[in-house]
């Protein structure tokens, strides 16, 4: 399962977001995608998924060789699957239904495909431990439990690419670090996993590479550890970045 | 706490609303001007009662199941099947037969022009929306096309009206087509708008996977293997189908397509497979009951459909809202 942007150019609103970007999505690590507030993370994940609505100005995404354009809807949800940073879904609907979201590209869109209990859906709401809550209103869930919900309803799809736009954004450090664990297992089983994460030290922590964005541009792709520097996070955030108790930052100057 | 069990209350909600049909079909039978057992009129009295009665919940059927379409595509369950302008359309287009008095067309039985000027308009309305579509409009692009469409549309209606009070009959006729109603209705507008209906909502619920999936947003959709131009598109083009075979029927009846789909969903959740066959049973109950009190209540002329239809679903409608301001 391999997903690559090559040298991908983004342009939204009349000015380029993302500017001649590449990422190799691997599969068995945690690839964090960094950066300051608008420096295009969210729009790189949109591209990822084929998702931009006036698609790509320059570049290419190929899933498995093929580019991503040349693959159906179905086909593609198969192999990449999307956790968004807040879900516009509001209509009363049980959780167990959410999750089976998740089936319809693969058990079909006939009204009764999906209607009994599917093995996959049990096993994708225990992994994100969402099993107790399958008879409650999605709607009526706090933000982290609607969080594990949609983590659930992407493993559902069985895509083995897993994309993420900040994952713990709200969430407490209890259920933030609970999340991180799962995306780690993930990792550990084969799954290739992309994070937007605004949180360096959860970069550090967590993810195996990192792709450092500013403005648009890549400013470094490889291992977080190499990647997150005080030079560069200086540099792009403006920040001292301070390692000797514990990972701090300060305003600069 | 309870669980939320779609099933369970989707049985619960499908028996009384099978039970209010009973109930309606026997009101809608036995009331009216005119008695059963009449020795020389009484078959023919049935006759026309359950052709009211059945074009009734058609006409219910076909608007709220469109109710149901237009607000799961809009992710808002405040829209009603006019908001894309093939209500308008339908109307404007029986509006326009009855003013032209069907000179123009020969070859067609007088009482089946209402109902085609009204399948005419609405598909005339369609083929804006489709070709707009063909860009690929946004969901706001089609949102504020269908508005202006609409108001578009009314406009154009209204005008009509407004020509045809030259002549008395004809202003009258063209005022209750507006205001909905079932007073006229025969065998050939059922057989008419009956296959609409039924082809509607056979193709809307085979779309219930689609519609779910883009409650949560077209590009949580996508992702999950949606083709959402193509969903888009479908959804518009069935609910065009069931709102013309509505207003074909009845008129231009509000409040239908607005208040049942929304009242179901607070109950049996928002699943599409279990929410349209649903809708379609409410709005056809809705409907037909509605039209029993539009005979019972003692005016000189029977009461417009339309006006029962709101004087009952405004309220009811404001008491969701005040429900669901509470909740």
Known sequence: MSLEAREVTVRRGGREVLVDVSLDVEAGAVTGVLGPNGAGKSSL??????????????????????????????????RVAYVPQVTELTAPLSV???????????????????????????EAMAR?????????????????EQRRVLLARA??????????DEPAASLDVGHALALYGRLRELARDGYAVVVVLHDLDDALRFTDRALLLEGGAAVAMGPTSAVITPERIEVVYGVTMQTDAGLRFEESG | MAGFVPPVRTALVTGGLLAALAA?????????????????HGAIFLELRALRFGAAVLAGSGLAAGGVLVQGLFRNPLASPSILGTTAGASLGGQLVLLLQG?????????MLLSLGSVGGAFMALLVLLALLRRGADRV???LTGFVLSTLLVAAGSFVVSVAQAQHELGRAVVAFTLGGLGGVGWSQVTLAAPLVAFGLVAAWSWSGPLDLLLSGETEAAALGVDVI???????????????????????????GLVVPHALRRIVGAEHRRLIPLAALGGGVFLAGCDVVARLVPTRAEMPLGVVTGLIGAPLFLWLLRKTVMR
Do not use: H
């Not at chain 1, 089976?100 to 009764?112: H, I, K, Q, V, Y």
């Open chain 1, 45 to 78: 994940l949109l591209a990822l998924l084929g998702a931009l609505p006036d698609g790509l100005a320059k570049g290419e995404v190929t899933l498995e060789g093929r580019p991503l354009a040349d693959w159906s809807a179905g086909e593609r949800a198969q």
């Open chain 1, 96 to 122: 167990r239904s959410v999750v089976n979201m998740g089936r319809r590209a693969t058990s079909g869109w006939a009204p009764w495909s999906s209607l009994g209990r599917d093995a996959v859906v049990d």
């Open chain 1, 128 to 144: 994100t431990d969402v099993t107790g809550l399958a008879e409650r209103r999605f709607d009526a869930l706090s933000g982290g």
């Open chain 1, 155 to 164: 493993l559902a799809t069985e895509a083995r690419v897993v994309l993420l």
């Open chain 2, 24 to 40: 309606v079909a026997t009101a809608g039978l036995q009331l009216g001007a005119g008695s059963l057992d009449d020795p020389q």
């Open chain 2, 103 to 111: 000179s123009f067309i020969v070859g067609v039985r007088p009482e």
């Open chain 2, 141 to 143: 692009t089609l949102l």
């Open chain 2, 230 to 256: 193509r969903a888009r598109r479908w959804i518009v083009v069935w609910v065009a189908i069931l709102t013309a075979a509505g207003v074909a029927l009845g008129g231009n009846v509000a409040f239908v």
